[in-house]
């Protein structure tokens, strides 16, 4: 069974532009979270979306935007890029929206601004 | 303000002895705690799960504990070997609000042959 995927692996984009990163969850699970990990650091929670609503907002600027499509996958939206947006983004899936169930994180998206 | 500490940054053991990592948080009501492994260039891959009112949970030589009084997590790998040698990751989720999980910096392992 296919796991977790995300595109694209990685990516290099400049100061001020935008980038849309795409996860598709495993099969059957219907809720996706996105998370911005910093190299040192442990991730950070972005959004979660279950059933195509949004459940859950981490404390990232409106730059940062995200929608769940009618098959569950999902796209991360990151606007008016700044340096300090480059980090490796983590999409994860699990059954359901709460929060005693297992993440399967995919391998996530590097991004780099310069 | 709240935080998730893990014990250090890196932790160096030999091969057999029994590695054990520390996760500490402070204003934080968790229901439950999950640590994760995570290798270079990869995602977080899910390892166990406790919840508030377990003491201890094993998974084949991983052994969880989690201390609500304490507010601390230990995590055990007992005969290690170098294959275990990763970045372990706690990580919390709380009893209300959002579904997410909040995760400490981690810490990396090194099992020495």
């Known amino acids: 069974d296919a796991g977790v995927t995300q595109s694209p692996t990685h990516l290099i984009k400049t100061r001020g532009q935008h980038v849309t990163l795409r996860c598709s969850p495993i099969?059957?699970?219907?809720?996706v979270s996105w998370y911005q990990q910093v190299l040192g650091q442990g991730p950070q929670f972005i959004f979660q979306?279950?059933?195509?609503?949004?459940?859950g907002r981490g404390n990232f600027p409106d730059r940062f935007s995200a929608r769940q499509f009618p098959n569950y996958s999902s796209e991360l939206n990151v606007n008016a890029l700044l340096l300090g947006d480059s980090a490796l983004y983590l999409c994860?899936?699990?059954?359901?929206?709460?929060?005693?169930?297992?993440?399967?994180f995919g391998p996530g998206t590097r991004l780099t601004v310069t | 303000s709240q935080k998730i500490e893990q014990n250090s940054e890196a932790l160096n053991i030999q091969e057999g002895k029994t590695a054990t990592l520390t996760c500490n948080y402070t204003?934080?009501?968790?229901?439950?705690l999950q640590w994760y492994r995570q290798d270079p260039g990869r995602g977080p891959v899910f390892l166990l799960l406790?919840?508030?009112?377990?003491k201890e949970k094993r998974k084949e030589r991983l052994k969880v504990t989690f201390d609500t009084t304490l507010k601390q997590s230990l995590f055990h790998i007992t005969a290690s070997q170098p294959a275990d040698s990763a970045t372990y990751l706690c990580a919390l989720a709380l009893q209300t609000g959002a579904n997410n999980l909040f995760f400490g910096t981690g810490t990396r392992l090194t099992v020495i042959p």
């Open positions: 406790i919840r508030e009112n377990e």
């Open positions: 979306y279950y059933e195509k609503e949004e459940r």
């Open positions: 994860a899936s699990s059954s359901g929206p709460g929060s005693s169930r297992e993440q399967y």
């Open positions: 204003n934080y009501s968790p229901a439950y």
């Open positions: 099969s059957g699970h219907k809720s």
